[in-house]
């Protein structure tokens, strides 16, 4: 029994130490875009640019911090991470200045890479064939939950207490992960993570791994699923809210469009914590993986072309509902996919390649979405979101590149 116990004990762990860390920068996503000027920013594209900042790095630090996962165990680097975690709340309550603003941005962006692998390398060494989509749903439903309690709890600290004690209890959060990291995580060396699992034959190396037609399709879909769910749907939501109803719509109270948006997307990590780890248990059984993710993408298509339609409020507001019960679906879905193709090959290869892939997804969606909404319009935007989808959905339903997915 606590041979089976502790794998899942692992993974829960590690989820929950890295709820702590996000919830400083949750809170960012709330806070800054409102009180910028008690922040030391001067112009709301400096805010802009501050919140993108750790994605932007986070392209080319994943190769490096790939490596070190493949030198340094997961204890060792998520320990580095839980104090980066700590000690970058703590910087942001004192910086003043965009250049400080903009280093501790970059530095965040270092430790999410660090605790991004972590997570997908927890999961690896302690799922089974049957049992991997679950630990990933679990995995990534509990630490959002760090996501939920910056954006609720931030927002209404700020207003009652102001921005640095705001901060301030963000790195007060944060510092519940270090001796998490320090006392309860178990320690693995990284040649466990590429030593063969397969009966008969040795995982894939190098380049070799990289080659596989099904990690490319792995990579290429999740990019792409990425840069439209991820960077395109969840940065222009607000902007299509407006494009519908206006200044905003009132639902015995008005309600501006910045702020209906901001619900709507809170919902979504408020259910994360019970619907991926379903939606992994799901995966792991007869229909698969493979199935599950064309069926997702189908439905994300026909809900995205649904959106430009002229329909009443409470069915529009259904349809974006049902995106991001799709969204939640979609993300579980490719961590699972890609530590099935990583489980067959170098880990530490297939885990790199596949987060600096979704990285550069939720990086060019907000570019690529706005500038195709300001070359075509906001319908034919969401449209092209729905054909690209489509395709994808056919693809997996008809030719699923990944073997042997649950």
Known sequence: MERIAQPRRQVIIFALLTAACVA??????????????????????????????????????NPVIGWVYSRLSVKTCTIFAALLSLLIPLGYTQAASFAAWAALRVLWGLAWSLLKLGGLFTVMDAAGEHDRGYLIGLYTGTYRLGNLAGMLGGGLMADIAGLRPTLFAGAVVAAIALP???????????????????????KKKGLAALLSAELFWVLFTCLFVTLIIEGFFMSTLSALLEYHFGAGVNVGIFLGCATLAGIMQSMRW???????????????????RTGMFAAGCFCAAVLFALTTLQLPLLPWLLIIVGIELCCTAMTTLSDALATDVASRSQAVVVITAYTLAIDLGAALGPLGGYTVLSLWGMNAAYLAAALLLALFALRWAFRPPVRNAA
């Open 180 to 202: 998490m990291a320090v006392f309860l995580l178990r320690r693995t060396p990284p040649s466990y993570r590429n030593a063969p699992d397969t009966p008969g034959g040795e």
């Open 270 to 288: 408020s259910w994360d914590p019970l619907l991926s780890p379903l939606v992994g248990r799901i995966s792991d059984g007869p229909i698969g």
């Open 24 to 61: 400083s920068d949750a809170m960012l996503y709330v806070v800054l875009p409102v009180r910028w000027m008690d922040a030391g920013l001067s112009s709301l594209w400096e805010v802009g640019l501050v919140l993108s900042l750790n994605r932007l790095a986070r392209l080319p630090l």
